[in-house]
Each structure stands twice: as structure tokens, then as C-alpha cells.
């Protein structure tokens, strides 16, 4: 577990909101641009711990002295822990709106609690391989359970947009958005990646809007990369 | 009026959506920073046309032959025109979801039919003096109604915040955004307004993080000026 924040999300359906961030260790994929491989490749390994959910709303609260109002859980796979259900509960009754990402290949019961769930599917260039079975029956089972949320592609070429098509296709009810991705994790210039997360951000859009079939879609960047560059952590105050 | 995209909304509740717009002349208001003084200045007085709604939906249909999914009606002060309720029913029967932003200033009956309205009361720095009154009268109809909306405040400088947060407090249940503020409008080098526009939104970031007293808030640029400049239409295919 990592707590950091306050700080603003900088992606998908909540952009732009203040909110903290739990991330867990842990994932089932290995994309080939992962921004967050610290939480599975080992390199993280000495960031690692075991808390338990009063422990984790506590530092939480002890983050800026106020008890959370908005709370992001992040990975690695969040859905790959059973026991995040006992964490949710408490942010919920600790009076926090929980958001969560994961890209779709595990299901977890407490989906269901989530406020503000996003799917984020890989497209190729991720080098990994979409299970649609798992997806669709994730898909159905919040749909039964009367649970809102989001789908969002990360797109870095033509192959991930056709990709992303698809994906908006199977679920065209569900509010779909694409996000340019930062190909360029390596650059420390800041004005040097602010201008190529400009371009990745205005090929995305143009190619969008030139496209009459493109509907019923946002076209977002990764805000919190243009305010922090490639930094590991986004802020951190503990 | 002025129909113009598709493109990017760049701003508030729904950034990032997919939209086209249209443009409505005249505005009560005169701000000091109105980045659309054209729609009442008279120096855009050669664009003004008077349209039906069915000739509306035409045109914005014809810009890239496929009925609008996502239209989003901007001023000006579109809620000084009480005929806008005619064309809002034809989007919406031509399938189109339909957003709108006003100061504030005005009720029109119209506003229960809008999909996604903004309200965005003007801050100090607009030289403008905000009528709650007005401003207390519309929320309530709108919760009368039952028709969600959201607040948005362009920020300039700490009196801005400082009256943000008053907004933000006479209406604590309503989704609140925050606006970095473009004080570059002449700055035509669009490297040098990036850094400009990035300065901005950071020190808005950091004044929101930092101050466990902003509470349920989204902090978001104005994308649309990173992409395009300070140019006075976003995009325009006719
Ligand atoms: S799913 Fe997410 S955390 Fe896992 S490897 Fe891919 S980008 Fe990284
Ligand atoms: S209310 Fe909007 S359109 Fe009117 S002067 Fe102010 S910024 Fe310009």
C-alpha cells in the first residue's frame, strides 16, 4: 500500500478531481508502457505494506488533518485483492466517494460498491492479450447490479484507436472515453514533454473529430503528467 | 449564432466530450477577460445570423453529415434568449444530448430541458458584481425541478478563490469546478502560453491541495486553449 494526496486526479471520468490515492502492489499484466511497473516488477518491493482499513483511513485523515471526502484506489490491479471490500467499506462510512480503475480481467464483489468505477481495457500496443469473456460478464453483472461506470482506452497508434472502436462498439451505452498516451516516460525536460504530450493529445483529438464515427465520446489527456512530468509519485506529503 | 465543430469541449463538467457548437450573441454581462467579447462587442456583428431550429439542425448535421449526438449551446448569454427553448426541444429530438453555460444572471423555463447545464458566476476579477439573489433563485428552481447542474468558477487570483469558496459553500450539494483563468488573451507565441497556462493551473493545484478546507472539488484547465491558442474559433469545418 502506498497513501499519498491530497493531490487532483488526472485521468477518465473524475479529471480534475481532489482527491487521495491508495495504491496496492500487484498486477496480472505487464504493459509495455506501464507507468506504475514499480508495483509489480519488484523495484517497489521495500514500499510494500500490510495495513488494515482503520490503519489506512487514519493516515488517510492524517494526510492534511481532514477526513478524506474523495478516495482513489489505484494499482497494480486493485481487483486483485478480495480484502479491498473491507477497505471501501470504511472510506464509505468514513464519509469518502471511492473511485477505482482496473482493466478488466478480474471481478471482485465489491465492484458493486464502487462510486466511481472505470474499466480500462489494454489495447495491442500494451502487448496484452483482452479475455472479452471476462470483460462482457463484468459488464453484465454491474449492469445487474445497477452500478454506473466508465470504459477508457489508453490510445498511443491507429492500431489502439481501431482497438478502442471495438471496445465502444460492444458497450455502446456505457460513457466512453479515450486517453492519449505518454510514450515518452523516459523525458525529464519538462518543456521537451509538455510539447510531446501536446501533440499525442492533438493527433487524438483531430483524429477523432475528423471521424464521423466517432460518437458519444471524450478525448482526454493525462493532466496529471503535463503538471508533474514523469515523477514517480505525483505529491506527497506524509 | 455561429455553428462550428465537431470538437472538444474544453472545459467544466463534461471536458474532453465530443460536441459541436453553437454560439449565441449578447451578453449583460462585460468582463474584463471575456474571451468571447465578439459575441457583443460588436466586432463579430458580420457573423450574426438569424436561424430557425430545424435550419440549426441542418447545419449542424451538414458539418460532418451525421445528426448531432452531443451539441453544446454557448454565448454570450444564451439565457437572455427565451426562443432557445425551440431549438433545445429540436436537438433533443434530433437524438443530440444537450449542454449549456450561463453566468447566472437570467432564468429562462429552458433551463429544465438542458442535459448538462453550468452555471458559472463571475469573480471579482471580471469587474462584474455577482446578483445572489438571482443566483439563489435559479438553484432552487433547478432542484425544484430536479434537474442537476453543476458550478464553475474561473480563477484569476487569491480574490477569485476567496470568492469561489463562498459560492462553493451557499451551495454545498452542487458539483463544483474550479477554473484556471487564461490572463495571456494577446499572447500569440504558443509555446510561451503553454508555460503561461501551465503556471496557472499549477498554482491552482497547489493553492487546492494545500488547503484541507477545499472540500468535493475538481481544479481543470481550459483544454481547448492549450490545443488551439488563443484562436478565436476552436475549430471550424463549413
Ligand atoms: S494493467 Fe495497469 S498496472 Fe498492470 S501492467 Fe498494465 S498499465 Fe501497469
Ligand atoms: S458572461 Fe461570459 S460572454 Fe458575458 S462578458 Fe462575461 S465571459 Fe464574456
Redo the contacts with the bound molecule.
Keep these: 500500500m502506498e497513501i499519498f494526496g491530497p493531490t487532483v486526479q488526472g485521468e477518465g471520468m473524475v479529471i480534475g478531481k481532489k482527491t487521495r490515492f491508495v495504491r496496492t502492489a500487484g498486477?496480472?499484466?505487464?504493459?509495455s508502457?506501464?507507468?506504475?511497473?514499480f508495483?509489480?516488477d519488484g523495484t517497489g518491493k521495500d514500499d510494500i505494506r500490510l495495513m488494515h482499513p482503520e490503519e489506512i483511513v487514519r493516515e488517510l485523515t492524517a494526510l492534511d488533518g481532514s477526513p478524506p471526502d474523495h478516495v482513489t484506489l489505484s494499482?497494480?490491479?486493485p481487483a486483485l485483492l478480495p480484502q479491498l471490500g473491507a477497505l471501501i467499506a470504511a472510506l464509505r462510512s468514513a464519509g469518502a466517494v471511492v473511485a477505482l480503475e482496473t482493466?478488466g480481467s478480474k471481478w471482485q464483489d465489491w465492484f458493486l460498491d464502487i462510486d466511481e468505477l472505470t474499466i480500462?481495457p489494454?489495447p495491442p500496443s500494451?502487448g496484452?492479450e483482452t479475455d472479452w469473456a471476462a470483460l462482457e460478464r463484468i459488464a453484465l453483472r454491474l449492469a445487474q447490479g445497477g452500478r454506473h461506470f466508465s470504459l477508457k482506452v489508453v490510445i498511443f497508434d491507429e492500431a489502439d484507436l481501431v482497438y478502442a472502436a471495438g471496445v465502444h462498439l460492444r458497450f455502446p451505452s456505457i460513457p466512453f472515453y479515450l486517453q492519449a498516451g505518454n510514450d515518452h516516460l523516459g523525458e525529464k525536460d519538462r518543456t521537451q514533454l509538455l510539447k510531446d504530450l501536446l501533440v499525442r493529445y492533438e493527433w487524438l483529438v483531430e483524429r477523432v473529430v475528423a471521424d464521423a464515427g466517432w460518437r458519444d465520446v471524450h478525448v482526454l489527456p493525462q493532466l496529471h503528467t503535463w503538471i508533474w512530468g514523469n515523477k514517480k509519485r505525483r505529491i506527497r506529503r506524509q
Tied chains: 1, 2.
Excluded: P
Design positions: 498486477c496480472d499484466y505487464r504493459c508502457w506501464c507507468d506504475s511497473a508495483t509489480w494499482g497494480g490491479n482493466q480500462s489494454k500494451s496484452m
